[in-house]
C-alpha cells in the first residue's frame, strides 16, 4: 500500500517535472493529457492500442531480463516481425485466405522477431559477443532493414512512395467498432501476459529461467547449461516483441511506412522496469504508459510542444525507481 | 579515393567517446549512457557556439556537459550502486527527452537548417581537435600503464579490493576515470555536431555512443588501439557516404546500416574479451 502511494506521488511529481520542461503550464497540460487518455471512447481506445505493443515487448524485456539477459533489442526485433509478417501478408495476399492468412502473419512476425534475438543469442554465446551492445546494433540494422523493405521488395505496386500494400479489413485484427481504433490484439496482449505470468512461476522451465537470472552458478551446479536456458529465453523475448510488431501491423496501420515504428521496442524497457519485471506489473505499467502515449499525442498537438514528453517522463521515471530502490536497501540494512 | 583526414573526421567522434571509454571501463565503470551524454554534449555545443558564434566555446562547453552528466551517473552507479545497464538507459531516454523537447522549443519544430560555425582547418583537412584527440589517445595510452593513477585506475577496475587495501578510495578513483570519460565523450558529442555534421537533429548521434562501447572491446582496452578501431569504422561511415553519390542505384538504406553492420562484425571477429578488466560493470561494496 505505502508502495503504491510513492508511486502514485512519485509519478505525479515526475510528470509535472515533464511539463514544466516541456514548457506547458501544468494545469493546462495535465487537463491535455487527460483528455488525449480519457476524455471520449475514442481516446480510451487510443490509451488502450497503444498499451498493447508496450505490454507485449515489455513482457519480451521481462523475460530475457528475468533470465539475467540484457536485451535491449526490442525494437530491432518488433520491427523484423513486423516486417517479416507484412512480407508473409504479400506472399499469401493473391490466396484470398483472410483468417488463416491473418494467423499465419502473426506467426511469421513471432517467428522474424524471434530469429532477430537469435542472431544476438547465438553471438553472445559462440563468440562472446557482448548482448547489450549486439542488440542495439541490430535495432539499428533492423530500421535500415524496414526502410530498405518498404521501399524496395515490398513497395506497393505502381507507387513511389515508400509504403507496403494495404491489407483490406478481412486480414486485419478484429476491431468491435468502427468509431475507434479498439482491436481484438488489446485482448490477445492481456492473455499473453497471463501465460507468461503462468510459465514463470508455475512451470519448471519458469523456474529455471527465475533460476538463470539470479545464480547462473546455481543452475549449473544442477547439470543444466545456462547458456541453452538463455538462448531459449532470448527467442521467447524476441519473439513476443516480434508478435507486437505483427499486432501492431494488422490492429492499426494494415500497412508499413518508414514511419511505422514509434520506438515501441526501445520504450518497451522502461515499462517493464517500472513494472517490476513481473508481468502484473508490466501490464499496469503498459497501461500507464499507453495512456500518456495517448495524451501526449493531443499535448503535442494542442500545447504547442511535447513530442518528447514520453522520453522524459521514462527516464525520471526509471531514475526515481532507482532512487527509492536505493533508498528501501538502506532502511533494510539499517534494520539488520 | 578517400583522403585521411576525411576519415580521422569521421571517425573523431566515435573516437573520442571510445577513448574516453576505455578509462572508465579500466576503472570498472561501463557507460551505456555515452550514447545519451554524447547527444546532451553535441546539444550543448550547438547551442553555444550559435550564441557565441564560436566553435571552441562549443567544444567545451560539450565538454563541460560530459563531465556534468557522467559524475551524475557515477552518483548512480558507483556510490549508490545501482546496476550500470539501468542507469545508462534511462541516461539515454532523458537526454533524448530533454535534447528534443529543447531543441523543439528553442529552434521551432523541424524544417530549420542550422549552420554552425566551423573549426579552422590547421593543416590538410586537419583541424586542432583532431589533433588533440591524436594526443589524448596516445598520452592516455602510456598514462595509463606507466603512472601511478593509471596503475590505480587498473586496480580499481581488475580487483577493487586491492586498491582499498593499498589505502585508496575505489569510489573516488572510479569517479577520476569516469570524469575523463565524460570529457571525452563530450568533446565526441561537440565534435560531432561542429566538425561533422554542422548542424543539429535529436536523432543524429543514432548509434555512434553504442559503437564507441563496442570499440573499447575490440581495442582490448587500450586507447589507442581504440582511436585507430573508430577509424576503421570512420572509413565505413564516410565510404556510405561516398557510395550514396557514386552508386544511386543501390538502396540508400542498406547504405546507411554499413558501419552498423562493420561494428558487429568487428565484434565477432574480436572474439571473447579475455582482457576485459575483471570487476567490469560490477559496483564495489568496500571490504567492510
Given at each position: 500500500?505505502?508502495?503504491?502511494?510513492?508511486?502514485?506521488?512519485?509519478?505525479?511529481?515526475?510528470?509535472?517535472?515533464?511539463?514544466?520542461?516541456?514548457?506547458?503550464?501544468?494545469?493546462?497540460?495535465?487537463?491535455?493529457?487527460?483528455?488525449?487518455?480519457?476524455?471520449?471512447?475514442?481516446?480510451?481506445?487510443?490509451?488502450?492500442?497503444?498499451?498493447?505493443?508496450?505490454?507485449?515487448?515489455?513482457?519480451?524485456?521481462?523475460?530475457?531480463?528475468?533470465?539475467?539477459?540484457?536485451?535491449?533489442?526490442?525494437?530491432?526485433?518488433?520491427?523484423?516481425?513486423?516486417?517479416?509478417?507484412?512480407?508473409?501478408?504479400?506472399?499469401?495476399?493473391?490466396?484470398?485466405?483472410?483468417?488463416?492468412?491473418?494467423?499465419?502473419?502473426?506467426?511469421?512476425?513471432?517467428?522474424?522477431?524471434?530469429?532477430?534475438?537469435?542472431?544476438?543469442?547465438?553471438?553472445?554465446?559462440?563468440?562472446?559477443?557482448?548482448?547489450?551492445?549486439?542488440?542495439?546494433?541490430?535495432?539499428?540494422?533492423?530500421?535500415?532493414?524496414?526502410?530498405?523493405?518498404?521501399?524496395?521488395?515490398?513497395?506497393?505496386?505502381?507507387?513511389?512512395?515508400?509504403?507496403?500494400?494495404?491489407?483490406?479489413?478481412?486480414?486485419?485484427?478484429?476491431?468491435?467498432?468502427?468509431?475507434?481504433?479498439?482491436?481484438?490484439?488489446?485482448?490477445?496482449?492481456?492473455?499473453?501476459?497471463?501465460?507468461?505470468?503462468?510459465?514463470?512461476?508455475?512451470?519448471?522451465?519458469?523456474?529455471?529461467?527465475?533460476?538463470?537470472?539470479?545464480?547462473?552458478?546455481?543452475?549449473?551446479?544442477?547439470?543444466?547449461?545456462?547458456?541453452?536456458?538463455?538462448?531459449?529465453?532470448?527467442?521467447?523475448?524476441?519473439?513476443?516483441?516480434?508478435?507486437?510488431?505483427?499486432?501492431?501491423?494488422?490492429?492499426?496501420?494494415?500497412?508499413?511506412?518508414?514511419?511505422?515504428?514509434?520506438?515501441?521496442?526501445?520504450?518497451?524497457?522502461?515499462?517493464?522496469?517500472?513494472?517490476?519485471?513481473?508481468?502484473?506489473?508490466?501490464?499496469?505499467?503498459?497501461?500507464?504508459?499507453?495512456?500518456?502515449?495517448?495524451?501526449?499525442?493531443?499535448?503535442?498537438?494542442?500545447?504547442?510542444?511535447?513530442?518528447?514528453?514520453?522520453?522524459?517522463?521514462?527516464?525520471?521515471?526509471?531514475?526515481?525507481?532507482?532512487?527509492?530502490?536505493?533508498?528501501?536497501?538502506?532502511?533494510?540494512?539499517?534494520?539488520? | 579515393?578517400?583522403?585521411?583526414?576525411?576519415?580521422?573526421?569521421?571517425?573523431?567522434?566515435?573516437?573520442?567517446?571510445?577513448?574516453?571509454?576505455?578509462?572508465?571501463?579500466?576503472?570498472?565503470?561501463?557507460?551505456?549512457?555515452?550514447?545519451?551524454?554524447?547527444?546532451?554534449?553535441?546539444?550543448?555545443?550547438?547551442?553555444?557556439?550559435?550564441?557565441?558564434?564560436?566553435?571552441?566555446?562549443?567544444?567545451?562547453?560539450?565538454?563541460?556537459?560530459?563531465v556534468t552528466t557522467s559524475l551524475a551517473s557515477g552518483v548512480l552507479t558507483?556510490?549508490?550502486?545501482?546496476?550500470?545497464?539501468?542507469?545508462?538507459?534511462?541516461?539515454?531516454?532523458?537526454?533524448?527527452?530533454?535534447?528534443?523537447?529543447?531543441?523543439?522549443?528553442?529552434?521551432?519544430?523541424?524544417?530549420?537548417?542550422?549552420?554552425?560555425?566551423?573549426?579552422?582547418?590547421?593543416?590538410?583537412?586537419?583541424?586542432?581537435?583532431?589533433?588533440?584527440?591524436?594526443?589524448?589517445?596516445?598520452?592516455?595510452?602510456?598514462?595509463?600503464?606507466?603512472?601511478?593513477?593509471?596503475?590505480?585506475?587498473?586496480?580499481?577496475?581488475?580487483?577493487?579490493?586491492?586498491?582499498?587495501?593499498?589505502?585508496?578510495?575505489?569510489?573516488?578513483?572510479?569517479?577520476?576515470?569516469?570524469?575523463?570519460?565524460?570529457?571525452?565523450?563530450?568533446?565526441?558529442?561537440?565534435?560531432?555536431?561542429?566538425?561533422?555534421?554542422?548542424?543539429?537533429?535529436?536523432?543524429?548521434?543514432?548509434?555512434?555512443?553504442?559503437?564507441?562501447?563496442?570499440?573499447?572491446?575490440?581495442?582490448?582496452?587500450?586507447?589507442?588501439?581504440?582511436?585507430?578501431?573508430?577509424?576503421?569504422?570512420?572509413?565505413?561511415?564516410?565510404?556510405?557516404?561516398q557510395l550514396q553519390m557514386t552508386h544511386q542505384d543501390v538502396p540508400k538504406?542498406?547504405?546507411?546500416?554499413?558501419?552498423?553492420?562493420?561494428?558487429?562484425?568487428?565484434?565477432?571477429?574480436?572474439?571473447?574479451?579475455?582482457?576485459?578488466?575483471?570487476?567490469?560493470?560490477?559496483?564495489?561494496?568496500?571490504?567492510?
Amino acid at each position: 500500500m505505502k508502495t503504491l502511494v510513492v508511486a502514485v506521488l512519485g509519478l505525479l511529481g515526475i510528470l509535472v517535472i515533464g511539463l514544466i520542461v516541456t514548457g506547458v503550464a501544468p494545469a493546462t497540460g495535465f487537463k491535455l493529457l487527460l483528455e488525449g487518455a480519457f476524455s471520449d471512447q475514442f481516446a480510451v481506445s487510443q490509451s488502450l492500442v497503444r498499451a498493447t505493443p508496450l505490454l507485449l515487448a515489455g513482457l519480451g524485456v521481462t523475460v530475457a531480463w528475468k533470465a539475467g539477459v540484457f536485451n535491449i533489442g526490442g525494437e530491432g526485433q518488433l520491427l523484423i516481425g513486423a516486417v517479416f509478417g507484412a512480407s508473409t501478408a504479400q506472399l499469401l495476399f493473391k490466396l484470398g485466405i483472410p483468417l488463416v492468412g491473418t494467423v499465419l502473419v502473426l506467426v511469421s512476425s513471432v517467428l522474424g522477431g524471434a530469429i532477430w534475438a537469435g542472431v544476438a543469442a547465438w553471438l553472445s554465446i559462440k563468440r562472446g559477443v557482448n548482448l547489450v551492445i549486439s542488440t542495439i546494433l541490430l535495432n539499428f540494422i533492423g530500421l535500415q532493414l524496414l526502410l530498405f523493405g518498404v521501399d524496395g521488395p515490398l513497395r506497393r505496386k505502381g507507387q513511389s512512395a515508400p509504403m507496403t500494400e494495404q491489407l483490406p479489413d478481412s486480414w486485419m485484427l478484429w476491431k468491435p467498432s468502427r468509431q475507434t481504433d479498439l482491436h481484438v490484439g488489446v485482448l490477445l496482449a492481456i492473455l499473453v501476459a497471463v501465460a507468461i505470468g503462468v510459465f514463470l512461476f508455475r512451470t519448471r522451465s519458469g523456474y529455471l529461467v527465475r533460476a538463470t537470472g539470479a545464480n547462473p552458478r546455481f543452475v549449473r551446479a544442477n547439470r543444466i547449461n545456462p547458456s541453452a536456458i538463455q538462448l531459449r529465453v532470448m527467442l521467447l523475448s524476441g519473439g513476443l516483441c516480434g508478435l507486437a510488431g505483427g499486432i501492431q501491423f494488422l490492429g492499426i496501420n494494415g500497412q508499413l511506412t518508414p514511419s511505422f515504428s514509434q520506438q515501441y521496442g526501445f520504450l518497451a524497457i522502461p515499462v517493464a522496469l517500472v513494472g517490476g519485471l513481473h508481468p502484473l506489473g508490466v501490464t499496469v505499467s503498459s497501461f500507464f504508459f499507453g495512456a500518456l502515449f495517448a495524451g501526449t499525442s493531443n499535448l503535442s498537438r494542442f500545447g504547442g510542444s511535447g513530442s518528447y514528453f514520453v522520453y522524459i517522463v521514462q527516464g525520471l521515471a526509471v531514475f526515481g525507481l532507482l532512487g527509492y530502490r536505493f533508498v528501501k536497501d538502506r532502511q533494510v540494512e539499517f534494520a539488520q | 579515393m578517400m583522403d585521411l583526414a576525411s576519415i580521422l573526421r569521421y571517425a573523431a567522434p566515435i573516437g573520442f567517446s571510445a577513448v574516453g571509454e576505455t578509462v572508465g571501463e579500466r576503472a570498472g565503470v561501463i557507460n551505456i549512457g555515452l550514447e545519451g551524454t554524447m547527444l546532451l554534449s553535441a546539444y550543448a555545443a550547438t547551442e553555444l557556439s550559435l550564441t557565441t558564434k564560436s566553435p571552441w566555446l562549443g567544444l567545451i562547453a560539450g565538454a563541460i556537459v560530459g563531465v556534468t552528466t557522467s559524475l551524475a551517473s557515477g552518483v548512480l552507479t558507483i556510490n549508490m550502486r545501482q546496476d550500470q545497464v539501468v542507469v545508462g538507459t534511462a541516461l539515454n531516454l532523458l537526454s533524448f527527452g530533454l535534447c528534443g523537447t529543447l531543441f523543439e522549443r528553442l529552434r521551432g519544430a523541424t524544417g530549420q537548417l542550422l549552420s554552425l560555425p566551423a573549426l579552422p582547418k590547421v593543416w590538410g583537412g586537419i583541424d586542432l581537435a583532431l589533433v588533440v584527440l591524436v594526443l589524448f589517445a596516445a598520452a592516455l595510452t602510456v598514462v595509463l600503464v606507466r603512472s601511478d593513477w593509471g596503475l590505480r585506475v587498473r586496480a580499481s577496475g581488475e580487483y577493487p579490493a586491492s586498491l582499498e587495501a593499498a589505502g585508496y578510495s575505489v569510489n573516488r578513483t572510479r569517479f577520476e576515470a569516469v570524469s575523463v570519460g565524460g570529457l571525452l565523450a563530450g568533446l565526441g558529442g561537440a565534435y560531432y555536431a561542429i566538425g561533422v555534421a554542422g548542424s543539429f537533429a535529436p536523432d543524429m548521434i543514432s548509434g555512434r555512443g553504442f559503437m564507441a562501447i563496442a570499440i573499447v572491446t575490440f581495442a582490448r582496452w587500450k586507447p589507442i588501439w581504440g582511436l585507430v578501431a573508430a577509424c576503421l569504422v570512420g572509413y565505413f561511415e564516410s565510404l556510405q557516404y561516398q557510395l550514396q553519390m557514386t552508386h544511386q542505384d543501390v538502396p540508400k538504406s542498406l547504405l546507411i546500416a554499413l558501419p552498423y553492420v562493420a561494428t558487429l562484425l568487428i565484434l565477432i571477429f574480436s572474439g571473447r574479451g579475455t582482457n576485459a578488466p575483471a570487476a567490469l560493470g560490477e559496483p564495489y561494496k568496500g571490504m567492510r
